[in-house]
């Protein structure tokens, strides 16, 4: 999979700019790229030092600009680790058996319905994911994620309608919010898709009571943004 520059050409700078200051966001919009082999990975992006979650990760670059790329080893959550295609699926996982002890279903069974259909990568297509602040990305992004308010989703709701219309159709389930709803969902679909977030990444990645998650495929940023700049300050807006 090469990491050449998308045809038409993006000023990631920009966009992560104006995006910024559309929406007066907390942080940045994240790049996440999924490299294939570690021949994938640019020159001089550092391998992250801890071990820690997908979700976690995102906030490192969304809150603390930082740039870097996780292999499998480096991925703490088992869940986020075979949805973004890095390992396969755990036994407990795949049975229900592990979201059943965490109380979050009635049965077993209901939880194994609902992992049957969690949005995944093929386990061994990712060799790591990459990581970075919009504005200081060196790779050819292909997800973008937003953490922020419910108000500035709605701007991005409209925004992504604004050119076509028509309705949104989004999924999500409770769990794996940041790795499997907004990152590999949308990598799969190339469509957006907002999730409420969950526990784990409301716990451990620093999205608050007051934010959600979107996932956009990084081919819409220019049209996002041109739309974002319109739909803010339409007549019919708050």
């Keep these: 999979m ?14 992560a700019e104006a995006l ?11 790049a996440i790229r999924f490299a294939p082999s570690k021949e994938d990975i ?6 992250l030092d801890k071990t820690i979650r997908h979700c976690s990760m995102v906030n490192l670059a969304r809150s603390e600009g930082k740039v870097f790329y996780a292999p499998s080893g480096k991925h703490e959550c088992n869940g986020g680790a075979w949805s973004l295609g890095l390992r396969e ?20 069974a209901a939880c194994k ?3 049957d259909k969690v949005p995944h990568l093929g386990s ?4 790591a994911t990459l990581y970075a602040p919009l504005e200081k990305t060196p790779f050819t992004p292909q997800v973008i994620l937003i953490v922020t308010t419910p108000r500035n989703m709605l701007k991005l709701a409209q925004s992504t309608l604004f050119r076509l219309g028509g309705r949104i159709h989004t999924e999500f389930s409770g ?6 709803d907004t990152t590999a ?6 469509q957006p898709n907002f999730s409420l977030g969950c526990d784990g990444s409301r716990k451990f990645s620093g999205i608050a009571d007051d934010e959600m998650v979107m996932g956009f495929p990084a081919e819409m940023l220019p049209e996002i943004v041109g739309a974002l700049k319109i739909v803010v300050g339409a007549p019919g807006s708050k």
């Design 42 to 47: 640019p020159a001089g992006m550092e391998e």
């Design 175 to 180: 769990i794996q919010s940041v790795c499997a």
């Design 20 to 30: 910024k200051k559309i929406l007066g966001l907390k942080g940045s919009p994240v």
């Design 89 to 108: 699926i755990t036994p407990t996982l795949k049975t229900g058996e592990f979201y059943f002890k965490l109380g979050k279903y009635d049965s077993a």
């Design 2 to 15: 090469s990491n050449e520059p998308m045809k038409i050409p993006v000023n990631y700078v920009e966009t």
């Design 113 to 115: 319905r609902t992992i």
């Design 185 to 190: 969902q949308t990598y799969l679909t190339g």
């Design 124 to 127: 061994g297509e990712t060799y």
